[in-house]
T-cell receptor, first 114, second 111 residues
Framework: GAGVSQSPSNKVTEKGKDVELRCDPI?????LYWYRQSLGQGLEFLIY????????KSGLPSDRFSAERTGGSVSTLTIQRTQQEDSAVYLC????????????FGPGTRLTVL | DQQVKQNSPSLSVQEGRISILNCDYT??????FLWYKKYPAEGPTFLIS?????DKNEDGRFTVFLNKSAKHLSLHIVPSQPGDSAVYFC??????????FGKGTSLLVTP
């Protein structure tokens, strides 16, 4: 079946602009996760959703970052007033349910803030 | 602070030989460990995992060993194949949702 998909695959934006990144999880997966990978670093957990609710937002780096999920499916990660340090690959993953440890990742969105 | 560490950024192995990738962790509360493989421009792909109640898990050419007292795990690939060339990430969790990743080890398998 179809895997996790993300769009856009690449995004170049100017400092100060807002960006939206989209994630379509695997059909039937109730848990959804956002991570980011900065250059030379491991993946950093940002936020997860169980259904449409986000019990843990502690990984979001600042209040410029927000995420939502609607209909228990598609999720959007929004970064307001982007900064150069936001440049990274943003990865989305899904799992059958929260507590199902194996997470399946999408290809990521490479964000470059000029 | 990095709770999962992969101290070897790169590893080169000849085809047919064993590849051993290492991972150390600092949080004794971690109860589940995973290895992911990543090709350029793709997302990480799940490879193999192990629960803290076990010390070994095997799947085909891939075996993961867990040494809880040393807070160390390793991934063995036998025999190594050129298609195994990729970046390998070790991950650990105790929350059931947030995976803590190492920085990865780039494996190159030469013919």
């Amino acid at each position: 079946g179809a895997g996790v998909s993300q769009s856009p695959s690449n995004k170049v934006t100017e400092k100060g602009k807002d960006v939206e990144l989209r994630c379509d999880p695997i059909s039937g997966h109730t848990a959804l996760y956002w991570y980011r990978q900065s250059l030379g670093q491991g993946l950093e957990f940002l936020i997860y959703f169980q259904g449409n609710s986000a019990p843990d937002k502690s990984g979001l780096p600042s209040d410029r970052f927000s995420a939502e999920r609607t209909g228990g499916s598609v999720s959007t990660l929004t970064i307001q007033r982007t900064q150069q340090e936001d440049s990274a690959v943003y990865l989305c993953a899904s799992s059958l349910e929260q507590g199902a440890y194996t997470q399946y990742f999408g290809p990521g969105t490479r964000l470059t803030v000029l | 602070d990095q709770q999962v560490k992969q101290n070897s950024p790169s590893l080169s192995v000849q085809e047919g030989r064993i590849s051993i990738l290492n991972c150390d962790y600092t949080n004794s509360m971690f109860d589940y460990f995973l290895w992911y493989k990543k090709y350029p421009a793709e997302g990480p792909t799940f490879l193999i995992s192990i629960s803290s109640i076990k010390d070994k898990n095997e799947d085909g050419r891939f075996t993961v060993f867990l040494n809880k007292s040393a807070k160390h795990l390793s991934l063995h690939i036998v025999p190594s194949q050129p298609g195994d060339s990729a970046v390998y990430f070790c991950a650990a969790t105790n929350s059931g949702y947030a995976l803590n990743f190492g920085k990865g080890t780039s494996l190159l398998v030469t013919p």
